[in-house]
């Protein structure tokens, strides 16, 4: 089992910053890959970005040059830093888990809110 604890989030400013981070407990696979997926209403979940714990990184075309996937293997931690942010990034935003990089996630994070208004 794979606990994801998520924090961060919350309402920005068109063009503002967030950052969001979820920290991953349990069995912890060296072959393991964390990132984001977010759903927005009335939308189908997308991947937004994704990291190996070599540095690997994937991101939707919508947020690249935007959003900044990182983490620290030492802490099992994914970090996401979203910048220029904009009213159709607002969503919920989920973390994931995947034990092989290559298959699709195994555990979920319980989400977080993530609106961008004026």
């Known amino acids: 089992q794979v606990q994801l604890v998520e924090s961060g989030g919350g309402l920005v400013q068109p063009g503002g910053s967030l950052r969001l981070s979820c920290a991953a407990s349990?069995?912890?696979?060296?072959?393991?890959?964390m990132g984001w997926y977010r759903r927005a209403p009335g939308k189908q979940r997308e991947l937004v970005a994704s990291i190996t714990t070599g540095g690997t990184t994937t991101y939707a075309d919508s947020v690249k040059g935007r959003f900044t996937i990182s983490r620290d293997n030492a802490k099992n931690t994914v970090y996401l830093q979203m910048n220029t942010l904009k009213p159709e990034d607002t969503a919920v935003y989920y973390c994931?888990?995947?034990?092989?990089?290559?298959?699709?996630?195994?555990?979920w994070g319980q989400g977080t809110q993530v609106t961008v208004s004026s």
């Open positions: 994931h888990y995947s034990h092989y990089h290559y298959l699709p996630p195994d555990y």
């Open positions: 349990g069995s912890i696979f060296s072959t393991n890959a």
